[in-house]
C-alpha cells in the first residue's frame, strides 16, 4: 500500500460514494461549509467499510478517526452532486490511513488523509483490522 497515491487524481480511487449538496451546507458566502465537506468524508469512509461488510450488528468492532488532514482545493457550490472516492493508503496492525477526495466531474475539491483505528467494541481498546477490510484496502 503507498501513501504516494496523488489524491486528486480520480484514477487513485477504488470505491466511490454519491453524495448530494444541500442547501443548508451553505455558508454565508454561498460555498459548502467545511464541516459539510467532513461529513461527506465520513460518509464515503463508512459506506466502504460497510461494502467491505463492516457495521453490521453482529460485529465486535467499530471505527475511530484518530486523525483528520484535510486540504481543500476548490470552491463547491449549491446545487451539485459530488462523488467521493476511498482508497487504502497504509496499514498497520489496528489502525490504517485511508485517503478520500471529494470531486465535481474530475475536479478535486477537497482531499482527506484519515488515520482510522479499529476499536473493539467490548474493550474500547485496539483490535487486529478485519481481514475483509484488510483485503478491501488492498492495492488492486
Excluded at 467494541?121 to 488492498?138: D, G, V
Amino acid at each position: 500500500m503507498s501513501d504516494n497515491k496523488d489524491l486528486t487524481n480520480p484514477g487513485s480511487y477504488g470505491f466511490w460514494w454519491e453524495e448530494r449538496v444541500r442547501f443548508n451546507d451553505l455558508d454565508a458566502l454561498g460555498h459548502v461549509n467545511n464541516n459539510a465537506l467532513g461529513v461527506f468524508f465520513e460518509q464515503g469512509r463508512i459506506a466502504m467499510l460497510q461494502a467491505a461488510g463492516g457495521f453490521r450488528d453482529s460485529d465486535d468492532w467499530t471505527v475511530v478517526l484518530a486523525r483528520s488532514l484535510i486540504e481543500y482545493k476548490a470552491e463547491l457550490l449549491y446545487p451539485n452532486t459530488v462523488r467521493v472516492g476511498v482508497c487504502g493508503l497504509r496499514l498497520g496492525t489496528s489502525s490504517m490511513t485511508i485517503g478520500v477526495g471529494i470531486f465535481l466531474g474530475d475536479r478535486c475539491i477537497a482531499t482527506q488523509e484519515a488515520v482510522c483505528v479499529i476499536v473493539d467494541k467490548a474493550t474500547h481498546r485496539p483490535t487486529p483490522i478485519p481481514e475483509p477490510l484488510r483485503a478491501a484496502l488492498a492495492p488492486a
